[in-house]
């Protein structure tokens, strides 16, 4: 299975601009580091080192401590998302259902063990609960809820996420 | 005040103190593991935990403050098994190799384990996956040996200012390391080391140079030279049970020469030479309008600091070598003419009190010969670990001299080693090479001390010096921030890597977090080199014989052309982040 795709970094004039914005405001805020690395985030969609550069720099804050931070939260993303963000539930109920074979088979569909895809389509993460559990196993392609899988149907749902 | 009992003895402390502190007031120690004092106090290993009648669950000693009334048990059944459980869980996931670890018989968790009489295999669970990062000439982190008390990060963060490591991911797969996992090396560390010097146990060492030393040693077409540095002769007595603050020079050159080295000089000479340099390149910056003020260059953490941080001010650091860097260049040109040695076949050797000098030894421009300046670098603790290995029983030996002619200094060299100390030894030359006299008065007093930035203001022949030393980055930060928004009136600005100067270096000998709670080290090193001032016979760098005599025969004038080929280099400024 191949390893992580590596992204180059494609960010905007106007993405950094968006961005020294939030950190000019955020500036001598305490506790400013959270919602400086949040919105970078709705900027960026994720947080590399380019990002966590300027952030360390503009909060006068080394860049061991933001990427600290960043990657002690799971609400941060090092690694850009695909077109399609598919999240699959291991949380217990999902597990035991079997959410671990439906996992396991899109890891085999999509050749990558987790993060994006070479032609930044997929992304694919392994999830706590979302909440669902009468559904269980349980994925998510963006905004749409898959329930009761079974890994045979996972081609088939993929194949709808072409473009 | 308040009023409370520790396992039923009556206590009055202030408020805020924590349990920790006001059961240490009555004669009893509570275990700690991750706090140090000044440095790190978080609660977080849990080694600490004490109870407190009504409390809902143990409390970490370290940081929970006392209250009126509380009731303390330091001792009880439960508060030992809560203790021993953590220390076995931490050793669960440690790589014991004990018995061959650097660390070993001075690690607080072997001291912990055996005091709980831990059953170091109880629990075996997973292991963190780790490799060595080797990426340094100067430091080995083993995160394999890591306990995740942070006593790194914090003074890292905080003494240091440069937080280059900080803990990385969470729960079980949390590690000590670099953003993005970078190599140390890829990072902007200052390689002063003071990271390993508060470490519990074995994850944080130097870079061992001893192989290299001992095969020079056995080589018998090598000559190879020791030059010790001020401050190891204030420390090393601690690795073999000396009251710290004990000055054993004589028993260091013994030993050096029992481990063979060819000759035994000093770097307190280049440190004579250091200061002929510096404090002409001091008078000419302010007579000429040079650039001011002008930063000291002894300390290679610094001098890294400045190149990543404060690039900008590149042109006010001295352009004067470090007496490490002067002593090899030294040895090599003038010693090895003088001598009728090729210098190919010398090998030279610095023990330093430092981890930054063996990165500072692969800096560019540093070969006067056309060979590099040093060869090898030895910390203080390294030196230790040889006189042990050879059997050396350092107690008992006598005391040695050094060898002629580059084991002669003066007080001024001498105390090199503590803040302030370069700052002294340069007024003191400075001071009479201005004003064509011959002063009594050698003290200034106002620049010494442990103090992190002291500020002193003296009349010389009519010209106004105000200088200021500091000492640890945090300090050296604030300053340099003045330098660069041209709000510093200074002249000449001293600066050292590490607290209270080299005494206090990160190739030291490890005090345990218990010494360091107890024991005003930084003063109590420092003083060891006051007093070899004191007794000095020549007590200002000039008037060093065989410093003259260098320069008559060999270098010319301070600051002449030749003194400027092998006495002096250059500086870069570095990117903080490779991408």
């Known amino acids: 299975?191949?390893?992580?795709?590596?992204?180059?970094?494609?960010?905007?004039?106007?993405?950094?601009?968006?961005?020294?914005?939030?950190?000019?405001?955020?500036?001598?805020?305490?506790?400013?580091?959270?919602?400086?690395?949040?919105?970078?985030?709705?900027?960026?969609?994720?947080?590399?080192?380019?990002?966590?550069?300027?952030?360390?720099?503009?909060?006068?804050?080394?860049?061991?401590?933001?990427?600290?931070?960043?990657?002690?939260?799971?609400?941060f993303t090092l690694t850009p998302k695909?077109?399609?963000?598919?999240?699959?539930?291991?949380?217990?109920?999902?597990?035991?259902?079997?959410?671990?074979?439906?996992?396991?088979?899109?890891?085999?569909?999509?050749?990558?063990?987790?993060?994006?895809?070479?032609?930044?389509?997929y992304s694919l993460d392994a999830t706590r609960c979302i909440g669902c559990c009468g559904l269980a196993p349980v994925m998510t392609i963006n905004d749409d809820v898959y329930g009761k899988l079974t890994k045979d149907q996972i081609a088939g749902i993929l194949a709808k996420y072409k473009e | 005040m308040i009023n409370l009992k520790i396992n039923n003895i009556p206590v009055s402390v202030e408020e805020g103190t924590t349990i920790l502190q006001a059961a240490k007031k009555i004669g009893i120690r509570i275990p700690t593991l991750c706090y140090m004092k000044e440095i790190n106090a978080i609660g977080a290993c849990r080694v600490c935990v004490v109870e407190v009648k009504g409390a809902r669950s143990l409390v970490a000693a370290c940081v929970y403050p006392v209250n009126e009334g509380m009731e303390v048990f330091t001792d009880t059944p439960k508060v030992r098994e809560s203790r021993k459980t953590t220390i076995e869980l931490i050793l669960s996931d440690h790589n014991k190799s004990c018995l061959s670890c650097d660390r070993n018989t001075h690690c607080e968790l072997q001291d912990l384990a055996y005091e709980y009489g831990c059953n170091a295999v109880k629990y075996e669970g997973e292991h963190h996956e780790c490799e060595k990062d080797f990426s340094t000439p100067y430091l080995v982190r083993d995160n394999s040996k890591c306990v995740l008390c942070r006593r790194c990060i914090a003074v890292c963060r905080k003494i240091q200012e440069v937080g280059v490591i900080g803990p990385i991911k969470r729960g079980f797969k949390t590690i000590v390391g670099c953003a993005f996992e970078s190599e140390l090396n890829d990072s902007p560390c200052v390689a002063c080391g003071q990271c390993i010097n508060v470490c519990p146990t074995g994850a944080l060492h130097e870079r061992e140079e001893i192989d290299e030393v001992r095969a020079a040693i056995a080589d018998p077409e090598k000559i190879v030279i020791a030059?010790?540095?001020?401050?190891?002769?204030?420390?090393?007595?601690?690795?073999?049970?000396?009251?710290?603050?004990?000055?054993?020079?004589?028993?260091?050159?013994?030993?050096?020469?029992?481990?063979?080295?060819?000759?035994?000089?000093?770097?307190n000479f280049t440190a004579d030479l250091t200061i002929m340099e510096e404090a002409h390149e001091l008078i000419e910056r302010v007579k000429n309008g040079g650039a001011l003020p002008m930063f000291t260059s002894c300390s290679p953490g610094w001098v890294?600091?400045?190149?990543?941080?404060?690039?900008?001010?590149?042109?006010?650091?001295?352009?004067c070598k470090s007496p490490q860097q002067m002593f090899g260049a030294i040895c090599k040109t003038y010693y090895a003419e003088k001598m009728g040695i090729d210098p190919s076949k010398i090998f030279v050797v610095s023990i330093m009190p430092c981890t930054a000098k063996k990165f500072e030894k692969t800096r560019g421009n540093q070969n006067a010969s056309g060979y590099p300046d040093i060869d090898a670098v030895l910390t203080t603790r390294e030196l230790a670990k040889m006189i042990k290995q050879n059997g050396i029983l350092f107690n008992e030996i006598p005391e040695g001299e050094m060898d002629q002619p580059l084991g002669v200094y003066t007080g001024a060299g001498v105390i090199f080693g503590a803040t302030g100390g370069v700052m002294e030894a340069a007024l003191r030359t400075a001071a009479e090479t201005i004003t064509g006299q011959t002063l009594d008065n050698v003290e200034y007093k106002k620049v010494r001390g442990t103090k992190g930035i002291k500020e002193a203001t003296y009349e010389v022949g009519g010209l106004k010096l105000k200088v200021a030393v500091a000492s640890g980055i945090a300090n050296a930060k604030k300053v340099c921030e003045k330098v660069a928004s041209g709000k510093s009136d200074h002249t000449f600005i001293e600066i050292m890597c590490c607290p209270g100067g080299c005494v206090n270096g990160g190739g030291q000998p490890i005090m345990s977090s218990v010494v360091r709670e107890n024991v005003d080290y930084k003063a109590l090193r420092a003083s060891a080199l006051y007093k070899a001032d004191k007794k000095a016979e020549y007590r200002k760098s000039h008037d060093n014989p065989v410093i003259k005599e260098l320069y008559e025969n060999y270098l010319g004038e301070p600051g002449s052309h030749k003194a400027h080929e092998i006495l002096h280099t250059t500086y870069v400024a570095r990117e903080r982040y490779k991408k």
């Open chain 1, 1 to 75: 299975m191949a390893n992580q795709t590596k992204v180059p970094f494609t960010g905007t004039k106007a993405q950094e601009e968006k961005l020294l914005k939030v950190l000019k405001g955020l500036k001598n805020v305490e506790g400013a580091l959270m919602p400086a690395l949040q919105q970078a985030q709705d900027i960026y969609g994720y947080l590399p080192i380019e990002v966590q550069e300027i952030i360390a720099d503009k909060l006068d804050l080394s860049l061991a401590e933001v990427y600290g931070v960043a990657t002690f939260y799971s609400q």
């Open chain 1, 82 to 121: 695909g077109k399609y963000k598919i999240g699959v539930c291991l949380g217990t109920a999902c597990y035991v259902k079997g959410s671990g074979e439906v996992f396991e088979e899109l890891q085999k569909q999509l050749g990558i063990e987790s993060g994006i895809t070479s032609d930044l389509l």
């Open chain 2, 227 to 267: 030059g010790p540095a001020p401050s190891v002769r204030a420390g090393l007595g601690e690795e073999f049970g000396y009251p710290m603050g004990t000055n054993v020079e004589g028993k260091m050159v013994t030993a050096l020469r029992m481990l063979g080295f060819d000759k035994i000089f000093d770097v």
């Open chain 2, 304 to 319: 890294r600091y400045l190149e990543y941080y404060y690039p900008e001010l590149i042109p006010n650091v001295s352009s």
